[in-house]
C-alpha cells in the first residue's frame, strides 16, 4: 500500500501558514541577492549603510525585499532555511536511499553529463525568471499561492505545465 500524500500535504501547508504568521513567507531566491550582496560588500564596504533604523543602499536593487537589511545583518531565518535545505536533502538521500518508495535517478542521466549539464542551466534559467517576477519557485509556488499573489499563481500556472512535459521528456 502506498503511503498517501494527503497528510504529508495538510502537513507542508500547516508549516507554510506557522511560517508566514510566525516568521515571513518561505523562498529562497532573496538569499542569492543577498549572498552576491555580502560579496559586493567586501569590495565596497559602503555598498549598505544604515540610516536610523532603515539599510538602505545605493544599488536599487539591494533596496527591494529587505536585501539591504539582510546584506548588513546576514544571520537571519533565510540562511539557516538554505542551510537547512541542503543537510536535509543530504540527510533524506542517506537515510531513505534504499527506501522502496523514494525514486532513485535515471541510471541514464546519472552516467549522461550532458543531461545534467543540461538541466543544471534550464534551473538557473528557471531561478533567473522566478527572481525577474518578484520570487522563487518555492516562494511563488508555496507561499505566493497561499498569499493568492497575482504573480505566483500566474507563475505556477506556467510553470506546471512546463515542468510535466520536460519531465516526460527527460524520463523517455
Same mark, same amino acid.
Given at each position: ?45 559602503? $555598498?549598505?549603510?544604515? &540610516?536610523? %533604523?532603515?539599510? @538602505? ?7 527591494? !525585499?529587505? *536585501?539591504? =537589511? ?23 538521500? $542517506?537515510?531513505?536511499? &534504499?527506501? %522502496?518508495?523514494? @525514486? ?7 552516467? !549522461?553529463? *550532458?543531461? =545534467? ?56
Amino acid at each position: 500500500m502506498k503511503p498517501s500524500w494527503i497528510p504529508k500535504g495538510l502537513f507542508l501547508g500547516f508549516v507554510f501558514f506557522v511560517s508566514i504568521l510566525l516568521v515571513k513567507p518561505i523562498g529562497i531566491s532573496t538569499q542569492y541577492s543577498v549572498t552576491s550582496g555580502i560579496i559586493h560588500s567586501v569590495v565596497e564596504k559602503d $555598498i549598505v549603510v544604515q &540610516k536610523g %533604523k532603515e539599510y @538602505i543602499s545605493r544599488i536599487d536593487y539591494y533596496n527591494q !525585499d529587505g *536585501i539591504a =537589511r539582510s546584506i548588513a545583518n546576514p544571520y537571519n531565518f533565510s540562511m539557516v532555511f538554505i542551510a537547512g535545505v541542503f543537510i536535509g536533502g543530504t540527510l533524506g538521500r $542517506i537515510i531513505f536511499l &534504499k527506501n %522502496k518508495y523514494f @525514486i532513485k535517478e535515471n541510471e541514464k542521466l546519472e552516467k !549522461d553529463s *550532458i543531461s =545534467r549539464m543540461r538541466l543544471f542551466i534550464g534551473g538557473v534559467i528557471l531561478l533567473y525568471g522566478a527572481r525577474m517576477a518578484g520570487g522563487c519557485t518555492s516562494g511563488h509556488m508555496m507561499s505566493g499561492v497561499m498569499q493568492l499573489s497575482l504573480s505566483s499563481i500566474i507563475f505556477t500556472i506556467v510553470l506546471f505545465p512546463i515542468a510535466i512535459f520536460i519531465a516526460k521528456k527527460v524520463g523517455e
